[in-house]
């Protein structure tokens, strides 16, 4: 078998639909890849990026950490060991993830177990039910975010207070600001086919405030329902010790990570990322977690009380640098 019909269309269609089910900041999707033989490239898609909220394409990075943790959980599931290389390629900047897949046996244990969550996996806005978390399973999300060198650091009642203060100031900067809101505006509500976030993702609006974000705050989504939601909620910051484009990505993956071990116990998650997206409040939930190390996404956990609304995703052929024929798969630009 040569290089280029190391995987076949079928199984390039596995790698690549897992990898699009992600989430990415807005469902941006900021990815492509190219596969040559047993090598798939994950690229930065510069014209997915979000230049106002995310100037120093942190998000898209954790989303593009997300998609690699996806293409190696479907690459287990069809029985490929994967090693990883971050940014491998300093003459292609855009190159941030090399996938090596090695000799193909039975399913990879462990990794492989996680590809049923990839498509049940959604970001729930809604309200959670009033049952709290067992420990042994945030325990086993913190061992997830573990495994791909990041941490997990759930807040305790009085470290949850002082978070919601920050997030206030947050949720007040965003509603005024003009060209965020602007930004917001192109991916957030409406009816999506391909990527952003439909309305009916967006959750209904929390009767009394409550700790989960409303990606529509500052513009109109009409039809949008009310609920009352639980006062108090699991929440948990997760962390990398390097701030670089590296602990960025292995932020993603952490995320993915612990996500879908979070879905296979039917727990759901939903982020409080506002906090994070202004460097001197970042700095004030560096500091409520001790300032060892970064904290890249915030996240609120439970057992949802409702049914998430879905993200729509494009079509894999459409992520791929690389066109893949039935004899096997040539330069995307040939
Ligand atoms: C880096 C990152 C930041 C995100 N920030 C937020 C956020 O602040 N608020 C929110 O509601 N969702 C946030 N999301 C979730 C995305 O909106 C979601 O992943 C995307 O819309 C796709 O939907 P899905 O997760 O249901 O597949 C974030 C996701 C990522 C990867």
Not at 84 to 106: C, K, M, Q, S, W
Not at 214 to 228: K, Q
Not at 259 to 284: G, I, K, M, V
Request: proline fraction near 8%; aromatic fraction near 6%.
């Amino acid at each position: 078998m040569s290089t280029t019909q190391y995987l076949t269309r079928d199984e390039v269609g596995i790698l690549l639909t897992a990898a699009a089910h992600a989430p990415s900041m807005h469902n941006t999707q900021p990815w492509k890849f190219e596969i040559q033989g047993p090598v798939i490239d994950v690229l930065r898609d510069p014209e997915r990026a979000l230049p106002v909220a995310d100037p120093g394409g942190r998000m898209s990075r954790i989303g593009l950490g997300a998609a690699a943790f996806n293409l190696r959980v479907a690459a287990a599931l069809l029985g490929h060991e994967t090693t990883l290389a971050l940014e491998p390629d300093p003459a292609r900047p855009a190159v941030a993830l090399r996938i090596f897949l090695a000799g193909r046996r039975v399913p990879v244990p462990g990794l492989s177990s996680l590809y049923g969550e990839i498509t049940r996996r959604h970001t729930y806005r809604g309200p959670l039910l009033a049952v709290p978390m067992p420990p042994v399973l945030r325990h086993e999300l913190t061992v997830a975010a573990q495994a791909e060198e990041a941490e997990l650091d759930w807040l305790d009642g009085t470290r949850r207070t002082q978070l919601g203060r920050i997030i206030h100031d947050a949720d007040e900067r965003e509603v005024h600001d003009e060209d965020r809101l602007h930004e917001r505006m192109q991916w957030i509500g409406g009816r999506r086919d391909d990527d952003g976030v439909p309305a009916a993702a967006l959750g209904p609006l929390p009767q009394t405030p409550a700790s989960v974000r409303d990606l529509a705050a500052g513009f109109e989504v009409p039809d949008r329902g009310r609920a009352s939601f639980e006062t108090k909620a699991a929440v948990a910051v997760l962390s990398t010790p390097a701030e670089d484009s590296h602990g960025w990505l292995l932020a993603g993956m952490a995320l993915q990570h612990l996500l879908l071990t979070a879905t296979a116990h039917d727990l759901t998650a939903s982020f409080l990322n506002q906090a994070l997206e202004y460097t001197d409040l970042r700095d004030q939930v560096r500091t409520l977690i001790g300032r060892r190390s970064w904290p890249q996404l915030i996240l609120r956990c439970g057992y949802p009380a409702d049914s998430a609304g879905h993200t729509p995703r494009r079509h894999w052929n459409d992520t791929l640098g690389t066109r893949v024929t039935p004899e096997g798969s040539e330069p995307w630009n040939k």
